[in-house]
C-alpha cells in the first residue's frame, strides 16, 4: 500500500460515484465530442468541394478535389493536433490543466467557426484559406486531448477512474454520429428545396449555386457544442492532484474539493511540502530518474498509439469500396451534389452506429473489470486476426456474392479498434506518469498516435494502388495494391500487441500509487 497519502487524494479516490464526475464527463467530453465532429465533417463535403471547384467541362465524371488539395485538406487538421498535443499538453503542467483547457476550447470555437467562412477568388485560394483555419483548429483540438484525459484521471475514484476516462472519450463517437445526421439533415433540406437534375443528365446544373452554403453550415456548426460547454468549463476549480503535488498549495486544493464532494477536508500543508520536496519526487522529463522509472512506459504508450492509429486511419481506403458494394453510394454521375452528401452521410453514420460507438461503451462497461492490459491485448488480437483474414483470401471477398462478408469482417476490425487499443492508448497514458509530468506525457503519447494516423491516411492511400499504373487513382504512383496493405496492416497490428507487453496494468491503483509519487520509502521506487 502506498504511503503518505494527502486526505484530499485519498477522499477522491475512495469517493462513491457522484454528481460532480457525471458533470466531470459531460464538461471533458463534449470536448471530446466537438473533436469528432470537426476532424471527421471534412470527409463527408470533400465530394462536394470537389464539384463546386474542379468542375471539367465535357468530363463524363463530376469534379473531385486533386490528391494534393485532398491530402492537405484532410491532413493539416492532423498536422494541427500533433503540434497542439505538444504545445497544450507541455503547457496544462506549467499553467494548470483549467487555465489551458478554456483556451483550446475558444481556438476551436473561432476556427471552426472561420473555416465555414473561407474565402478567395479562385479554388486554390478557397482551400488555403480553409487549410489554414483547418490547421489551427487542429491546434486546439490537440489540447482538448491531454486536457480532458488527464483532468478526468484526477477527478475519478480509483475503483471506476478507468470507465470514467473511457467515457471521455467514448464522447468521440457521437461527435461523428452527431456530424453524419447534421449532414443528413441539412442535405435532405437543400436537396427538396433546390433540386437539380443528376450529373449525367446536366452536369452544370447538378451542382445548385445553393451547394457552397452546405459544406459551411456543416463545418460552421462544430462551433456550438464547444461554445456551449465553455462556461462550465472555466467554472470547473483546477484540479486537487495539480493544486497540491504541482502548484503545492494544499489550502487551495482542499478548499476546491470540500465544495465539489461537500466534505471537510484538512489541508495538510506541511505533508504536501513533505511529498514534493523529496528528491525522488523532482526529476524532469529527460532526466535518468524519468528513465529509469518511466522510460519503458512512455515507450509503451507512445509506440502503441502510433501503431493503432496507423490501422484505424487506413480505414478510408475501403470505405468506397465498402459503400459502394452494398449500393449505399450509386456511381457519382447518377447523382446531384447535394444528393452526394447525403448518401456518404448517411453511409457514414450508419457505420458509425453499427461498429464504432458500440465498441466505445463496451470498453466503457468492461475497462475497470477486465482491465486495460487485456482489453488492449485482445483488441490488437482480433485486429491482426481479421486484417489477416481480410488480406489473405482477398480476391474471394472481391466477389460480388461476398461482398457483405467483407463489410462484417471491417465492421468487427473497427469494433474491436474501438473495445481495445482505440480507447485504453488513450486511458492509460492519463494514469501512469506523475502529475507534474502527466499532461506532457499524454501529449507526446497522442502526438505519436497522430503521427501513426497521418502514415496510416496518406501512407496508405499511395500503397494501396494497384500494381498496374493504369488502374490507380487519378494522379496517383503505382502501389503494392490492397492485398499487400491488409497483409502490412495485419503485421502492424501484430506489432502492436507485443508492444503492449510494455504498459502497466493501472486498475484499482491510485494515481500516486502507480507514479510512485507519494512512496515514502526514501528510494522512490513505484509500486
Known amino acids: ?12 479516490d475512495v469517493a462513491k460515484t457522484q454528481w460532480y ?17 470537426d ?22 465524371k463530376p469534379g473531385t478535389l486533386p490528391p494534393g488539395v485532398s491530402a492537405a485538406l484532410n491532413g493539416v487538421a492532423l498536422v494541427g493536433t500533433l503540434a497542439g498535443q505538444l504545445f497544450f499538453g507541455w503547457l496544462g503542467d506549467k499553467m494548470g490543466r483549467k487555465r489551458v483547457y478554456g483556451m483550446t476550447l475558444m481556438l476551436m470555437c473561432l476556427c471552426s467557426v472561420a473555416s465555414g467562412l473561407s474565402f478567395g477568388q479562385t479554388p486554390h485560394a478557397v482551400m488555403a484559406t480553409l487549410c489554414f483555419f483547418r490547421f489551427w483548429l487542429g ?12 483532468i478526468m484521471s484526477e477527478y475519478a475514484n480509483k475503483k471506476t ?10 464522447m468521440q463517437g457521437f461527435g461523428i454520429l452527431a456530424g453524419g445526421i447534421f449532414a443528413i439533415i441539412i442535405s435532405a433540406a437543400f436537396d427538396a428545396r433546390f433540386n437539380a437534375p443528376a450529373y449525367q443528365v446536366d452536369p452544370v446544373g447538378s451542382t445548385a449555386p445553393q451547394a457552397d452554403y452546405v459544406w459551411r453550415i456543416i463545418l460552421m456548426v462544430g ?34 474539493m470540500a465544495k465539489v464532494m461537500q466534505v471537510e477536508i484538512d489541508a495538510e500543508q506541511h505533508k504536501v511540502e513533505q511529498i514534493t520536496g523529496r528528491p525522488d519526487n523532482s526529476f524532469g522529463l529527460f532526466s535518468k530518474e524519468f528513465a529509469r522509472r518511466h522510460g519503458l512506459h512512455l515507450l509503451g504508450t507512445t509506440s502503441t498509439w502510433f501503431l493503432l492509429d496507423i490501422a484505424f486511419y487506413s480505414q478510408n481506403l475501403f470505405q468506397k469500396d465498402i459503400f459502394s458494394a452494398i449500393g449505399w453510394i450509386p456511381p457519382a454521375k447518377t ?11 448517411r453511409a457514414q453514420t450508419l457505420i458509425a452506429l453499427c461498429s464504432t460507438v458500440p465498441g466505445y461503451w463496451f470498453t466503457v462497461a468492461f475497462i475497470d473489470i477486465i482491465g486495460r492490459f487485456a482489453i488492449q491485448l485482445m483488441g490488437f488480437f482480433f485486429m491482426t486476426v481479421f486484417m489477416f483474414a481480410l488480406a489473405i483470401p482477398y480476391n474471394h471477398w472481391t466477389h460480388p456474392d461476398n461482398r457483405i462478408g467483407f463489410v462484417v469482417m471491417y465492421a468487427l476490425t473497427f469494433f474491436f479498434a474501438n473495445f481495445g487499443p482505440n480507447a485504453t492508448t488513450f486511458v492509460v497514458p492519463a494514469e501512469i506518469f506523475p502529475a507534474r509530468l502527466r499532461s506532457t506525457c499524454h501529449g507526446i503519447s497522442a502526438a505519436s498516435g497522430k503521427a501513426g494516423a497521418i502514415v496510416g491516411a496518406f501512407g496508405f492511400l499511395y500503397l494501396a494502388q494497384s500494381h498496374d499504373p493504369k488502374r490507380t487513382d487519378k494522379g496517383y504512383p503505382a502501389g503494392i495494391g490492397v492485398k499487400n496493405s491488409l497483409i502490412v496492416l495485419g503485421v502492424i497490428n501484430l506489432l502492436g500487441l507485443l508492444c503492449t507487453f510494455l504498459v502497466p496494468e ?12 507519494n512512496e515514502g520509502d526514501g528510494e522512490g521506487n513505484p509500486v
Open 1 to 12: 500500500m502506498a504511503k503518505e497519502q494527502l486526505e484530499v487524494l485519498n477522499a477522491l
Open 21 to 37: 464526475h457525471f458533470t466531470a464527463i459531460v464538461i471533458a467530453g463534449m470536448g471530446f465530442f466537438t473533436d469528432a465532429y
Open 39 to 60: 476532424l471527421f465533417c471534412i470527409s463527408l463535403v470533400t465530394k462536394l468541394l470537389g464539384r463546386i471547384h474542379y468542375h471539367v467541362e465535357g468530363s463524363d
Open 139 to 150: 491546434f486546439g483540438i490537440g489540447g482538448d486531448y491531454p486536457l480532458s484525459a488527464t
Open 161 to 170: 477512474r478507468g470507465a470514467f476516462i473511457a467515457a471521455v472519450f467514448a
Open 223 to 256: 462551433a456550438l457544442p464547444a461554445g456551449l460547454t465553455y462556461y462550465w468549463r472555466i467554472k470547473m476549480p483546477e484540479t486537487a492532484r495539480y493544486t497540491a503535488l504541482v502548484a503545492k498549495n494544499a489550502k487551495q486544493a482542499a478548499a476546491d
Open 335 to 345: 447523382m446531384n451534389a447535394i444528393e452526394e452528401v447525403y448518401r456518404i452521410a
Open 506 to 517: 493501472p486498475k484499482g491503483k491510485s494515481l500516486e500509487e502507480i507514479s510512485g509519487e
